[in-house]
C-alpha cells in the first residue's frame, strides 16, 4: 500500500485487477478502497461476503 488511498481505491475498482490483489486491499484498504471492492462488478462473490461480514462487525 503506496498510502495513497486514491490510487488503492482506483486499483480495487479495476476489473482487470488479479482476486489476489483485490484480496489484499480487501483486508489492508481503508474504507474507500471496500467501497471501490464493493462496486467492482469482478470482485468474487466470497469476498464481498467477507467484507460485509467485517463492516458489520466492526460497528
Known amino acids: 500500500m503506496s498510502g495513497n488511498s486514491r490510487a488503492v481505491a482506483a486499483v480495487a475498482s479495476n476489473n482487470h485487477a488479479p482476486v489476489e490483489i483485490l484480496e ?3 483486508s489492508r484498504g481503508d474504507a474507500a478502497a471496500r467501497q471501490a471492492l464493493i462496486l ?3 470482485t468474487p462473490p466470497e469476498l464481498l461476503v467477507t467484507l460485509i461480514e467485517r463492516s458489520t462487525d466492526s460497528e
Open 24 to 26: 489484499f486491499i480487501a
Open 40 to 42: 467492482n462488478e469482478n
